[in-house]
């Protein structure tokens, strides 16, 4: 069985549909999505449309999504990240404002083997930024698989044991990066971002698990940027959010 994995799109249709052309719904039997539908970028509506129309076998919400659908406010919020979320809540029709409002917490249960969460399975808004923080994520977790989001970093930690160790795709290197899974140790992989990438490779992130075969692709697939730092621009959102996407970071 093969499964999409995609996370932190926030609201860039662009690179939603850059990732969707490389990788349409015949390439994959599941879609998991891992939360930050919204958020940074100019098209939210767009882009919690196609997701919804693409019916995701599971869904859950992000930091920006609660923000954003006026689920919680956005207090702990940089300055850039609060005016876009405010901005997001504006934009948002009704129904999409419900959709996103609606979207439960992870971690959620996939299958036997799976489960997903946006920022750790001990708490939905927690970071995992490096292997200490990978070695209480593994404690946590339940299934020998974990997908999350929240970093950015397309990353995949392995734990052999009691030994953690980290496999990080080159930034502007390959457009595809393998790690195959062995049954006997346990994985915590993040997707990297759709539409906010922040390695250094603005190229948008995302995962394929192959689960006959087993292994895990970390992709990577350009985009046309300059026209989403147009929108970002056009719609009055701050400057800044358009000139990262250029960086990746």
Known sequence: MRFLILSDIHGNIDALDAVLARSPPESYDRLLVLGDLVGYCANPNEVVERIFQLEPDVVIRG????FSAGVT???DFRRVAAEAARWTHRALTPENRERVAALPAGPKRVNREIEVCHGAPSDEDTYIADEEDAMRAFEASRRPICFFGHTHVPVAYVQRGSDVAATHP???GPDTTVIDVDKKWRYLVNPGSVGQ???TDSRASYAVYDSRKPSIELRRVPYRIDLAQQRITEVGLP???AFRLGLGR
Do not use: A, M, T
């Open 63 to 66: 930091n920006h999504d609660k």
């Open 73 to 75: 406010e956005p207090d």
């Open 170 to 172: 080159i930034p502007g």
């Open 197 to 199: 990438p922040r390695d």
């Open 239 to 241: 400057e800044s959010l």
